[in-house]
C-alpha cells in the first residue's frame, strides 16, 4: 500500500465490514491518510482475510485491530466499538459498512431473513453510532454506506434489500442534525454497482448492470473509499445531514 498522505494523522476510525470489498478500501484508504484503522469482520471463516488487511495498515506505517463481530448481534456491535476505541486509544471516525445483498421474490422473504437485515443494516448502525458518541470527540465522523437503490429501483426483487437501506437516509439527517451542536458531522454514502467479490464486474448480471449507467461501467471500491475519505477529512468538515450517490451514473 505505501505511505500516503497524513490528513488523518493522529486519528483513529472503525470501519464495520472491513475485511473485504469496499469495507477493506475504506481500511486501506483512511489507513493511507495517515488514520489508525480498527474493522470488524464477522465469522471466523474471514479471519485470514482480515489478518491480510492488518498486515496492510500495517505495512503503511499505521496500527490495525481486526474484530470478529457480527453486525446482526446487537452486544456484538457494541463491544466492537468499546474494543476499537480501547485498542487505538482513540476514536472519531465510525464508518457504517457492514451489509448483506438479500434478493428475490418479495413473498418469499422470511421472518428471519427479514430480522436478520433490518438487524444488520439499520440497527447496527443506530447501536454503533449510540456507542461511539460516549468516544467520537468534537470534529468526529459517522459515515454510513448505504445503496443506490435507496432513491430508485430499476429493477424487482430487492424489496428488503432497500427498504433496509434506505434507514440510513433517515438516521443520516436526523443525527446530523441532533448532533450538530457537538461537531460531529454524519453522512452517507450510497455506491452503485461496485467490483467487489459479492459483485464481479466480470459476473452474469454485469452487463445487465453497466446498461443501467451512464459511464456504462462499474466503480471500483476505491472509488467509494476517496468519497468517505473527503468526508472524514478536513475537505469534510462543514458536510453534513447530506447522501453522496457513488453509481456511474444509473441514478442519474
Same mark, same amino acid.
Given at each position: ?6 490528513? +488523518?494523522? @493522529?486519528? /483513529? =476510525? *472503525? ?5 473485504? !470489498?469496499?469495507?477493506?478500501? %475504506?481500511?486501506?484508504? #483512511? ?95 443506530? +447501536?454503533? @453510532?449510540? /456507542? =461511539? *458518541? ?5 470534529? !468526529?465522523?459517522?459515515?454510513? %454506506?448505504?445503496?443506490? #437503490? ?97 453509481? @456511474?451514473?444509473?441514478?442519474?
Amino acid at each position: 500500500m505505501g505511505l500516503g498522505m497524513t490528513e +488523518l494523522l @493522529g486519528k /483513529a =476510525a *472503525l470501519v464495520t465490514g472491513g475485511s473485504r !470489498g469496499i469495507g477493506a478500501a %475504506i481500511v486501506r484508504r #483512511l489507513a493511507r491518510d495517515g488514520a489508525d484503522v480498527a474493522f470488524t469482520y464477522v465469522s471466523p471463516a474471514g479471519k485470514a482475510k482480515a489478518q491480510a488487511v492488518v498486515a496492510e495498515v500495517e505495512a503503511a506505517g499505521r496500527r490495525a485491530l481486526a474484530i470478529e463481530a457480527d453486525a446482526a448481534d446487537a452486544d456484538a456491535v457494541r463491544e466492537a466499538v468499546a474494543r476499537a476505541a480501547a485498542g487505538l486509544g482513540r476514536l472519531d471516525i465510525l464508518v457504517n459498512n457492514a451489509g448483506v445483498y438479500p434478493h428475490g421474490p418479495f413473498e418469499e422473504v422470511t421472518l428471519a431473513e427479514l430480522d436478520r437485515t433490518l438487524a444488520i443494516h439499520a440497527r447496527a448502525a443506530f +447501536l454503533a @453510532g449510540q /456507542a =461511539a *458518541l460516549a468516544h467520537l470527540p468534537e470534529g !468526529g465522523r459517522i459515515v454510513s %454506506i448505504g445503496s443506490n #437503490l435507496v432513491h430508485r429501483v430499476p429493477f424487482p426483487g430487492i424489496v428488503l434489500y432497500s427498504m433496509s437501506k434506505s434507514a440510513l437516509s433517515g438516521f443520516t439527517k436526523a443525527l446530523a442534525r441532533e448532533l450538530g451542536p457537538r461537531g460531529i458531522t454524519v453522512n452517507a454514502v450510497h455506491p452503485g454497482s461496485t467490483d467487489t467479490d459479492m459483485n464481479p464486474a466480470d459476473g452474469d448480471a454485469a452487463d445487465f448492470q453497466r446498461g443501467l449507467s451512464a459511464l456504462g461501467r462499474f466503480s471500483g471500491a476505491d472509488d467509494i473509499a476517496a468519497t468517505v475519505a473527503h468526508l472524514v477529512g478536513p475537505g469534510g468538515r462543514t458536510i453534513t445531514g447530506a447522501e453522496f450517490t457513488v453509481d @456511474g451514473g444509473t441514478n442519474a
